[in-house]
């Protein structure tokens, strides 16, 4: 938006489905761009690792 927020976030996917989607919009939501002059859109892959 033109504050640089992200906005409209969904989850096109998810393996394993139901464990990790909340927490992926969550974080991109906190995400922060250039404020945009008109409407833009992006599609980002998220991968959650988990280690020892």
Do not use: H
């Not at 640089?4 to 922060?32: I, M």
């Not at 404020?35 to 992006?42: L, N, Q, V």
């Amino acid at each position: 938006n033109a504050d640089g927020q992200v906005t409209d976030v969904r989850v096109e996917s998810a393996r394993p489905p139901g464990w990790f989607e909340e927490a992926a919009v969550n974080a991109v939501k906190r995400w922060r761009y250039p404020p945009a002059k008109t409407g833009r859109r992006f599609r980002v892959e998220v991968e959650f690792k988990l280690s020892d």
